[in-house]
């Protein structure tokens, strides 16, 4: 039945990308290779939205198109300033250019003397330790930097002063949620790719997959995912909405698996302390018990941008009352 287990990956980049063709323009425009000085990009939007998906598909055209350019993916999530230095150097210069010993401004060097175009993507930096990297990769000439993060603000909200207003004439691409339409065309994109036959997928389990992911691709593919590998391993004959229904925890421990290792130690550590509570805490009870947890706890305003940071993962949902009344608890990403 299973002709390529990838294409039922949340994470696997697919063929080919779609309903996101009007981002990738703007991306390419602002990062356009005959610029010495070129524009930085932001992509921001909630999960699911094809974030990656569009800086990755950026980075396969270049590689396919243009000459003298070297291209980088870092994932900066949990990640020191010197660690995503050293991933670049490593992705552009080479491995043989990175030492343990070598510090961060030694790695900037490093780049620095590299005479050839960089086109480097910064995934998840609002989670990485020193968002200040971004001003490392930006001063160096000829190099093309596309920075990821749910929410804009996030990437500025720590990092150094100034690093904002240097920035100014960044190329801001946000993303929506899908539509229904755009939903369901990629899970028949995914099903092509994957499976021999689609006579084993009812329509309207298509259709229920596509109501409870709510414009989240992610979410949709894991649950197609799981659905699949149910009736692979024989516990269901075709995948119905009974299938969908009976295989979405499975989807939603797989989702929620993927969205904590992207955090770093202190979010994460935020998410455990209102799981382990078991009720729903204001947010300054919360922040007592993640400090009495934590053997070096943020300031509450970090704890509070961590906070809100689990809410656009969706791992963390609040009750909807106004702030003096406000109370958040754990939610699964479905």
Same mark, same amino acid.
């Not at 490392?136 to 909200?157: K, R, S, W």
């Not at 516990?235 to 939603?252: E, H, K, L, N, R």
């Given at each position: 039945?299973?002709?390529?287990?990838?294409?039922?990956?949340?994470?696997?980049?697919?063929?080919?990308? $779609?309903?996101? %063709?009007?981002?990738?323009?703007?991306?390419?425009?602002?990062?356009?290779?005959?610029?010495?000085?070129?524009?930085?990009? !932001?992509? @921001? *939007?909630?999960?699911?939205?094809?974030?990656?998906?569009?800086?990755?598909?950026?980075?396969?055209?270049?590689?396919?198109?243009?000459?003298?350019?070297?291209?980088?993916?870092?994932?900066?999530?949990?990640?020191?300033?010197?660690?995503?230095?050293?991933?670049?150097?490593? @992705?552009?210069?080479?491995?043989?250019? +990175?030492?343990?010993?070598?510090?961060?401004?030694?790695? +900037? #060097?490093?780049?620095?003397?590299? @005479?050839?175009?960089? &086109? +480097?993507?910064?995934?998840?930096?609002?989670?990485?330790?020193?968002?200040?990297?971004?001003?490392?990769?930006?001063?160096?000439?000829?190099?093309?930097? =596309?920075? =990821?993060?749910?929410? %804009?603000?996030?990437?500025?909200?720590?990092?150094?002063?100034?690093?904002?207003?240097?920035?100014?004439?960044?190329?801001?691409?946000?993303?929506?949620?899908?539509?229904?339409?755009?939903?369901?065309?990629?899970?028949?994109?995914?099903?092509?790719?994957?499976?021999?036959?689609?006579?084993?997928?009812? #329509?309207?389990?298509? @259709?229920? =997959? !596509?109501?409870?992911?709510?414009?989240?691709?992610?979410?949709?593919?894991?649950? $197609?995912?799981?659905?699949?590998?149910?009736?692979?391993? *024989?516990?269901?004959?075709?995948?119905?909405?009974? /299938?969908?229904?009976?295989?979405?925890?499975?989807?939603? %421990?797989?989702?929620?698996?993927?969205?904590?290792?992207? &955090?770093? #130690?202190?979010?994460?550590?935020?998410?455990?302390?209102?799981?382990?509570?078991?009720?729903?805490?204001?947010?300054?009870?919360?922040?007592?018990?993640?400090?009495?947890?934590?053997?070096?706890?943020?300031?509450?305003?970090?704890?509070?941008?961590?906070?809100?940071?689990?809410?656009?993962? *969706?791992?963390? !949902?609040?009750? *909807?009352?106004? /702030?003096?009344?406000?109370?958040?608890?754990?939610? #699964?990403?479905?």
């Amino acid at each position: 039945m299973i002709t390529d287990r990838r294409a039922f990956d949340p994470d696997a980049q697919p063929d080919a990308i $779609l309903h996101r %063709e009007q981002a990738l323009t703007a991306i390419a425009s602002a990062v356009r290779t005959d610029e010495v000085n070129p524009r930085p990009v !932001v992509i @921001d *939007g909630p999960s699911g939205v094809g974030k990656t998906t569009v800086a990755r598909e950026t980075l396969n055209r270049a590689e396919a198109e243009l000459f003298d350019i070297s291209t980088a993916y870092v994932g900066c999530a949990r990640k020191s300033r010197a660690a995503v230095l050293r991933d670049l150097v490593s @992705d552009t210069v080479g491995s043989h250019a +990175v030492y343990p010993s070598k510090g961060s401004a030694e790695l +900037v #060097d490093t780049l620095a003397r590299w @005479d050839t175009g960089m &086109l +480097v993507v910064l995934d998840e930096l609002d989670q990485c330790e020193e968002p200040e990297v971004l001003r490392d990769c930006y001063d160096l000439n000829g190099c093309h930097v =596309i920075a =990821i993060a749910n929410e %804009e603000t996030a990437i500025f909200a720590h990092a150094e002063e100034g690093l904002q207003s240097r920035l100014a004439g960044r190329e801001h691409v946000h993303l929506d949620r899908y539509t229904d339409t755009e939903l369901e065309a990629i899970l028949d994109a995914r099903i092509t790719a994957g499976l021999q036959s689609r006579a084993l997928i009812h #329509d309207d389990a298509i @259709d229920a =997959i !596509v109501a409870a992911a709510d414009g989240d691709a992610r979410s949709a593919i894991a649950m $197609l995912q799981a659905a699949i590998k149910a009736v692979d391993a *024989g516990a269901y004959d075709s995948v119905t909405p009974a /299938t969908v229904q009976g295989t979405t925890d499975d989807a939603a %421990e797989t989702l929620l698996q993927t969205a904590l290792q992207k &955090l770093n #130690d202190e979010t994460r550590l935020v998410y455990h302390t209102l799981e382990d509570a078991d009720e729903q805490l204001r947010s300054g009870e919360l922040f007592k018990r993640y400090e009495a947890a934590s053997e070096n706890p943020v300031t509450r305003r970090t704890f509070t941008d961590y906070l809100n940071k689990l809410q656009s993962y *969706g791992l963390v !949902v609040d009750n *909807g009352e106004a /702030t003096s009344r406000r109370r958040y608890f754990t939610a #699964d990403p479905l």
